[in-house]
Structures are given as structure tokens and as C-alpha cells.
């Protein structure tokens, strides 16, 4: 069942009563109200999309029930509350996006048993509170979007354990600590996207390690130190953004390994030496 009207008001209840339903996509319509707990009568879905509604209230902890879920999309609605625990229930998910809401609270440790997980959106809420080091179990993630909220602490080192993933954007929250050495494991990254934090340290030549990254984002933190030679392995590097940091030395000129990149070295950069870089 999926949408093409622009449907409204509350999700009708006999919809919960369609206990052979697999395929149940309502995304895009003008849906409103709560999404019941009923919904746990449907345990043969495998695809539910929802986005992109008026749909508000917590997701209920029934949700957990549909074991045999792959895609669960609730992105672009009014959900509050927090991630309920009972959602690392489900073992066949693929595609998780719950993006664009209200959520608070943590991001639930039981999100480690969902090792089947491909692609996570959690972007866009007020999720507070550590990255779980269980994500260093997703071994098959090759999205993970966590940025805009307001999570802290440091990034785990556990994510380096991630070495499918090709897009991890953490961006515009409030972590702290040093960038892991082990995102240098990370050799699918395509995007790596670390900015508007409180990360310190210095930046781990490990990054050189990331010969498919296109763009690395790294402003608006508190990093120091020089910019490691390293960086100018990444010939497909296309984007580089340091600006708003507390760099110091020489610009390497291994960084005009990369062409015609765009670099972004401005702001708070002003105790870096210039050298000489061609990029052609």
C-alpha cells in the first residue's frame, strides 16, 4: 500500500487491522495524530514509511514487535520523546530514518543489536548525551547521519570499526576529545563531516589513510598543531574546510598534491605560515 493522494487527518485504526500487510508507505501525505501501538499487529511488514506527515507524540515502544521490519522511515514529522530501547528488537532493518523530529534523549545502546543496518538518519533532532560505543558492532553501516543535535563526549573509538561506511556527518553538535586515530580504518569514507563541534587535539595524519574521501569538514572546532603532510595522499579529495580552528606551522605543500581542490583555511588560521602551493 503505498501513497499517491494527499491523504489527512489520523491514521485510520482499521489500517492496524490488515494483518497480512507487508508493504505500508503513507510518506508525503498530511497525516496527523499519534502512530498507535497497534501497530505492532502488522508483524509481517517489512517496509513502513511515514515521512514527511504531521504526525506527533513518542514512537511507541511496540514498534520493537516488527521483527521482520527492513526499511522504518519516520523522518520529517513532530515525534518527541526519546529512541525506545525495544527498537534494537529489530534484527532485519536496513534503513533506519527517524531525522527531522523532536526526539530527545539518548541515542539507546540497543541500537548495536541491529547489525544488519546499513543506513541510520538521525539527524535534525535533540538527541543529547555520548555516541554509544555499541556502534562499533554495525559493521555493515554505510551511512551514519548524527549531526544537528546536541550530543557530547567524545567520539568513540569503536567507530573505526565501521569499515563499510562512505558518509559519516557529525556536524553541529557538542563533542569534545580528540578526533580518533581510528578513522583512519574508515577506507570506504567518501564524506567525512566533523564540524561546529568542540573537537581538540591535533588533526591524525591517520586521515591519509582515506584515499576515496571527496570532502573533509573540520571548521569550527578547537584544533591545534600543524596540518598533517599526509592530507596531500587524498587525490580525490575535492573539498577541505579547516577554517575556525587554532592551526599553526606551515600550510604543507604536499597539499598541492590535490589539484583543484577547494580549500578553506580561513579564520582563527591566522598563525598558520604561508607556503607555496600550486593547485592546477
Known sequence: ??????????????????????????????????????????SNLSFLRLSANQLSGTIPKEIGLLTGLHDFKIAI?????????????????????????????????SIGNLTNLAEIYLFGNNLSGHIPPEIGNMVNWRILLLYGNQLS????????????????????NQLSGNIPRAMGNLSNLEELDLGANNLSGSIPSSLGNL?????????????????????GNLGRLSILQLSGNQ????IPREIGNLG?????????????????????
Open 77 to 109: 514529522n513532530h515525534f518527541n520523546g526519546s529512541i525506545p530501547q525495544e527498537i534494537g528488537m529489530m534484527k532485519s532493518l536496513r534503513d533506519l530514518g527517524l531525522d527531522t523530529n523532536d526526539l530527545t534523549g539518548l541515542i539507546p545502546a
Open 211 to 231: 584515499t576515496y574521501i571527496d570532502a573533509i569538514y573540520l571548521y569550527g572546532n578547537i584544533l591545534h598543531g600543524h596540518i598533517p603532510t599526509e592530507i
Open 153 to 172: 563526549g567524545h567520539i568513540p573509538q569503536e567507530i573505526g570499526n565501521l569499515g563499510k561506511l562512505t558518509n559519516l556527518q557529525l556536524s553541529r
Open 247 to 250: 592551526l599553526s606551522g606551515n
Open 1 to 42: 500500500m503505498s501513497n499517491n493522494v494527499n491523504l489527512y487527518g489520523d491514521i485510520p485504526l482499521d489500517l492496524y487491522k490488515l494483518f497480512k500487510l507487508t508493504y505500508l508507505d503513507l510518506g508525503g501525505n498530511r497525516f496527523s495524530g499519534f502512530l498507535s501501538p497497534t501497530i505492532a499487529n502488522l
Open 260 to 280: 583543484r581542490s577547494h580549500l578553506c583555511f580561513y579564520r582563527k588560521l591566522d598563525q598558520l605560515k604561508k607556503a607555496s602551493i600550486d593547485l592546477h
